[in-house]
């Protein structure tokens, strides 16, 4: 007797539909599990067998072939459990064969029956709905994460007994219901941690805001206490708000990684990670034996905040180069080539010098020698891919701040001019593949940035004079454009671009390089 049921598979990010084929035949008894299977769904017949037997049925003294298609894609993880049980019922007759039709079967099984949840269940039902499935039988702990996804019903039952009374039309559960909409409109938009609480700092703050409207890389240096992790922590403040497909993109990641928390299955705010030093290259990029995610990919549409920059181990730093670059991450393993969506936006934090304090020679230790040390941890390509580059000074707790200056840099007002900034090249880049300035291809890079004689002279002294590459030019020009766009203009102006040039050259010129 043969039947057919399906399930799903990751590949990546990426999900694809996995045909499970079982066939009954007269023969030795024996239970047999082919498709380029890897080591735990090679096991998952051992679970399977003990599941049945264990809700009252016996499998058939016969030989039992399972087959998991396609057969030239290798099969990872345990999400094909109760497909493969649902199929060998199947073929055993004790479930009608229209009850199985456009119908996903997810999860793991325990020797009792029970239904264990797995990961990716978000972006394999997406692509499931895409194939035409109108509904998906899985564990209870995935049901609210399934329900996101429009267009299938998800039920989310315990263990393979309800299955078989569902199935068998004992049973009718309702299928689980979220309301994805509200979870956007309920977001709060009450500002928590606010840039007003940052006293003076106004160069930092314009950084910040230029960094927010056209998506930079940004670079903060200054002494210990100055206000560099406060600052960052609260970029996130006058970022937009995810749209409901940039959530769902960033959803599917996080299911991927197995980071989504039952209370929160879909992501509503930009992601804001801020991993310590002691990272390895494999959690920052991602891998592992089977591929997951790495910090970078999980930052993806968000902010990526590396403090105490030069701490990092040199290759994980130089892991962001690639990144930086293509907005995605590339994987190479024996069992095949994975990518991962990074289109993040970098904020690194750093002192002046080991110590902290320089060029504050009455605080400052440190030797000439050991601050051309420390920054050299971080490598030229790697401050040449930072956009803008800002100072921060020593923080002053009683310094006054005019109340004009206070309500200018404050979140609210702030987040205001940047979504104006960012509506404008919405605009401009309306069906391109990039949307904002920080993203245009070089090739396009005078196109959309080009310069009046006056500001390329200007430029060309500049780049001459510090030696510019290719790539920092183009990445002032883009900033520049970003100062224009925040000012409503159309064209970018000389001042645009020596602002711009400003931010830049703390890279080339930096103080703790000074004898």
């Known amino acids: 007797m043969f039947s057919t049921v399906y399930s799903g598979a990751l590949h990546g990010i990426h999900s694809y ?71 060998i019922l199947q073929s055993m007759k004790q479930l009608p064969r229209e009850q199985t039709r456009k119908t996903l079967f997810l999860g793991e099984m325990g020797l009792n029956g029970s239904l264990k949840p797995v990961l990716g269940v978000l972006p394999i039902l997406r692509e499931a709905v895409k194939q035409g499935f109108t509904r998906c039988v899985l564990p209870r702990e995935n049901a609210r994460e399934a329900a996101v996804v429009e267009g299938i019903h998800a039920y989310g039952l315990e263990n393979l007994r309800q299955v078989l009374d569902f199935l068998q039309g004992k049973e009718q559960p309702e299928p689980e219901v979220l309301d994805v909409q509200q979870l956007f409109e309920s977001r709060k938009d009450h500002i928590e941690e606010d840039f007003a609480d940052v006293q003076g700092q106004e160069s930092a703050k314009r950084a910040m805001e230029i960094a927010a409207a056209g998506f930079h890389n940004l670079l903060l240096s200054g002494p210990p206490g100055a206000g560099k992790t406060m600052l960052a922590r ?21 299911s991927v990684a197995g980071a989504l928390e039952p209370e929160h299955v879909i992501l509503t705010k930009r992601p804001f990670l801020s991993p310590h030093h002691t990272i390895s290259e494999y959690a920052m990029a991602g891998g592992g034996a089977i591929p997951r995610p790495g910090v970078i990919s999980m930052a993806h549409k968000g902010v990526l905040f590396l403090d105490e920059l030069p701490e990092f181990k040199r290759n994980v730093i ?91 840099w404050n979140s609210k007002n702030m987040r205001e001019r940047v979504l104006a900034a960012q509506e404008i090249q919405r605009e401009r880049y309306k069906g391109r593949e990039f949307q904002y300035n920080a993203q245009i291809p070089a090739r396009e890079v005078e196109q959309y940035c080009g310069l009046g004689r006056g500001e390329r002279n200007l430029l060309r002294e500049f780049s001459e004079e510090l030696e ?28 645009h671009l020596y602002e711009a040039l400003l931010f830049k050259m703390v890279d080339y010129q930096p103080p703790l390089l000074q004898e």
């Open 17 to 87: 539909l996995v045909r499970v084929e079982v066939d009954i035949a007269p023969g030795l008894p024996n239970l047999q599990l082919v498709g380029y299977v890897s080591s735990e769904v090679a096991e998952a017949k051992e679970r399977v067998r003990a599941a049945v037997r264990n809700m009252g049925v016996e499998l058939p003294a016969a030989r039992i072939t399972i087959n998991l298609a396609p057969a030239n894609v290798r099969k990872e993880g345990t999400a094909y459990d109760l497909s493969i049980a649902v199929g």
């Open 318 to 408: 130089e892991v962001l180069r690639q990144p930086l670059e293509e907005r995605r991450v590339h994987i190479h393993r024996a069992s095949g080539n994975y990518t991962y969506p990074a289109e993040f936006l970098l904020i690194g934090a750093m002192n002046p010098c080991p110590c902290g304090y320089y060029p504050d020679l009455r605080r400052c230790s440190c030797t000439p020698s050991a601050r051309r040390r420390y920054a050299g941890r971080v490598s030229g390509p790697i401050l040449d891919r930072m956009d803008l580059c800002a100072e921060v000074a020593r923080a002053r707790l009683f310094e006054e701040t005019e109340e004009r200056e206070q309500g200018r």
């Open 234 to 254: 609260r970029f996130a403040t006058i970022l937009p708000p995810l749209t409901m497909e940039e959530s769902l993109e960033v959803s599917s990641i996080y």
């Open 468 to 495: 510019l590459s290719a790539r920092a030019c183009h990445r002032i020009m883009k900033v520049a454009r970003t100062i224009a766009d925040l000012d409503g203009g159309e064209y970018v102006k000389e001042h």
